[in-house]
């Protein structure tokens, strides 16, 4: 289902409640200000329950095949759910690129959980038509019941769109060949056999940046949301044929692509926000997976519905300063000296190189 019609309703509420009874009706009848806002509340209720109930939808992931296939399988949620998967009795298809880890983690799988693993050698930031063909052969005699397109990549670090183009222009097509085609491709390889048995659950993780304003990650957000559009559009199509499609907008979990540090409650560990989301992916099309997702998403959901002027700056200031620890990690960038280290693009200052060199020594 798609969320927004409820995400712009949900924000109207918030602000003719708040604003409603003072601003644009100037009632000054106590009564009425509550029957307004009683009147409010009410709506909102039905509405929320009315997405609740037709999202609703019981999948017992045991029972949609023998095989689950997880792309980027070999570090941080993608590993997570190889486990996870395995825990329930699934037989695990690992895809990834690095050969040396896809055989590492197959056997801790093998071991541990004592079911079948496969692996497959793939670098999606390719479009090499004969490594796709490669892939689809590997799955063709498989009873694929669970498909987890997890893979993804970020930029080399944030930063404005014409200055990444000055530097590192290659990130641009890589990260539309891995976020995107890689989903496209290994949806298409799957699909029909779901079809054919009836069955199957498809997860396609998605962001956080895909609903909420995310400077200096432009591409990113958009390659997430993109995910958002498909799934919810697929979950339409097919869920007559007994497959249900997840869209899962995860916020941030301690992994090497989000390069952030624990905070309990928000920030979980791989393992713990895997197990969390698998719950909820077994009862709606779209979900956080996390109770600490959720409510960040939400907080920044309102307060950009009701103060648009204040978040809007705040969050630039946000983005900025990821950009600001990451861009002088970026030895390419450094050695260039091309790309600011302060906050305007356009010109280099020497006080920026300065803080960089005492920072690196």
Not at 110 to 124: P, R, S
Request: proline share 3%.
């Amino acid at each position: 289902r798609d969320v927004r019609p409820h995400v712009y309703f949900v924000q109207f509420c918030i602000v003719f409640t708040v604003i409603g009874p003072f601003g644009v009706f100037k009632i000054s009848n106590f009564k009425m200000d509550a029957v307004w806002v009683a009147v409010v509340v009410i709506v909102l209720f039905i509405v929320s329950v009315s997405y609740v109930i037709h999202s609703w939808e019981k999948v017992d992931i045991r029972q949609t095949g023998s095989w689950a296939v997880v792309t980027g399988a070999t570090d941080g949620i993608g590993k997570s759910f190889c486990h996870e998967l395995a825990e329930l009795g699934m037989n695990v298809v690992l895809v990834s690129r690095n050969v040396d880890k896809l055989q590492t983690c197959a056997k801790e799988i093998e071991e541990t959980f004592g079911v079948a693993t496969k692996i497959i050698q793939a670098d999606f930031t390719s479009l090499d038509k004969e490594m796709y063909a490669r892939i689809r052969r590997e799955l063709d005699d498989l009873d694929v019941g669970v498909l987890v397109n997890n893979v993804g990549i970020n930029l080399i670090h944030p930063d404005y769109f014409h200055v990444l183009d000055e530097r590192h222009d290659e990130t641009f097509q890589n990260l539309i060949n891995c976020n995107i085609t890689s989903a496209v491709n290994m949806t298409r390889f799957v699909l029909s056999g779901m079809v054919e048995r009836r069955r199957g659950l498809i997860i396609n993780v998605s962001s956080v940046f895909a609903q909420i304003p995310a400077p200096f990650n432009g591409l990113y957000s958009a390659s997430k949301s993109f995910l958002a559009k498909f799934s919810n559009d697929l979950a339409l199509e097919y869920k007559t044929f007994g497959i249900h499609v997840h869209l899962l907008r995860t916020g941030f979990v301690v992994t090497k692509l989000s390069d952030v540090e624990g905070i309990f409650g928000f920030v979980p560990d791989p393992k713990t926000y895997v197990k969390s989301a698998l719950k909820q992916t077994a009862f709606s099309r779209d979900s956080d997976g996390y109770f600490g997702h959720w409510l960040t998403r939400m907080v920044f959901m309102a307060l950009w519905a009701v103060v648009p002027f204040i978040m809007d700056p705040v969050m630039k200031a946000l983005m900025s300063s990821a950009r600001q620890k990451r861009i002088v990690k970026c030895e390419k960038c450094l050695r260039e000296k091309s790309i600011p280290i302060a906050a305007t693009p356009w010109k280099w200052s020497k006080n920026s190189i300065n803080r960089v060199t005492n920072k690196e020594t």
